[in-house]
């Protein structure tokens, strides 16, 4: 099975530097490809996410790598990393580890409405269990709701325009899945003669994913959750601006609590041409006092 391949993976146990012993978070596990390397330094993994699918297909991946010993799968929200802290009160965890981004079987999987070309889906939820859906939001949010959601968020340059379209849209048939959204919007753009380097959707979709699944204020929960990890090392891989504003406002809030790197470290040329979906990773580092 071809799994996710990690994003800024060298850098990241670069700075953790896991020795035989060492306990880590890895409180996005994704395909466990993170996981998988600080596994084979000898450390231990406690490893959350909150799509059981992602958490049985990294343990399935650990167990073929001979790796399960050390590890210890938790279906957790990133946002309560601090039950982490009750559950096992006496362990000192070296280093943790937030990677914001899909794995790609999430982001290519039928039936979950990430990918542009997904004629099954327009869902985005992380967790099946919760209520609002990306179809929800299409098809019943106001005109000036979808607009905020596309100016805020995807800071989409034609939001208001796009936000009509969709309403006028689905007055003739509903949005029920993600290939339908995209060609709504790229046939937009193809209208107006307007190019553009990615799908002219990706925006869109991704902030559509970032409201159903409640990724600022989650994220927000678990930054301020960190400062209840004394001496842990903190790696956060963001993928978008809104993101890696939040974790620098963080930073810089909590400076007196924070050892923080100066700036943050971006994909090589190389990497981006192996895996093209790390282009716009960005990785933060800094240790809790």
Not at 126 to 142: E, M, V
Request: proline share 5%; hydrophobic share 40%.
């Amino acid at each position: 099975m071809a799994y996710h391949y990690p994003v800024l993976l060298q850098p990241v146990i670069h700075y953790f530097d896991p020795q035989p012993g060492d306990c880590f978070i890895d409180a996005t596990l994704g395909n466990g490809g993170h996981t998988l390397a600080l596994l084979q330094k000898g450390a231990t993994v406690y490893g959350l996410d909150r799509d059981q699918s992602n958490l049985e297909l990294a343990t399935h991946r650990l167990l073929e790598a001979g790796l399960l010993s050390n590890f210890i799968p938790l279906k957790l929200n990133f946002a309560d990393i601090h039950k982490i802290i009750e559950m096992y009160p006496q362990v000192h965890f070296k280093g943790i580890l937030f990677d914001l981004g899909l794995s790609q079987n999430q982001l290519q999987g039928a039936g979950r409405g990430f990918s542009f070309s997904d004629t099954q889906s327009l869902d985005m939820r992380l967790d099946n269990t919760a209520k609002l859906s990306a179809k929800d939001i299409i098809n019943h949010s106001s005109a000036t709701e979808l607009f905020i959601i596309f100016s805020k968020i995807a800071q989409e340059p034609f939001s208001q325009e796009l936000a009509d379209l969709i309403v006028k849209e689905r007055h003739h048939q509903p949005i029920t899945t993600a290939a339908d959204l995209a060609q709504i919007i790229k046939d937009f753009y193809h209208h107006r003669g307007v190019r553009t380097d990615i799908h002219p959707a990706t925006k869109i979709l991704m902030a559509l994913r970032i409201v159903v699944n409640e990724e600022y204020l989650n994220l927000n929960k678990a930054l301020e959750a960190l400062l209840n990890f004394p001496q842990s090392q903190v790696a956060i891989i963001t993928f978008h601006s809104g993101e890696d504003r939040l974790v620098k406002q963080f930073t810089r809030q909590h400076s007196s609590q924070i050892l923080c790197t100066p700036k943050p470290i971006t994909p090589s040329p190389q990497e981006i041409k192996e895996n093209p979906l790390s282009r716009s990773a960005k990785l933060r580092l800094f240790k809790i006092k």
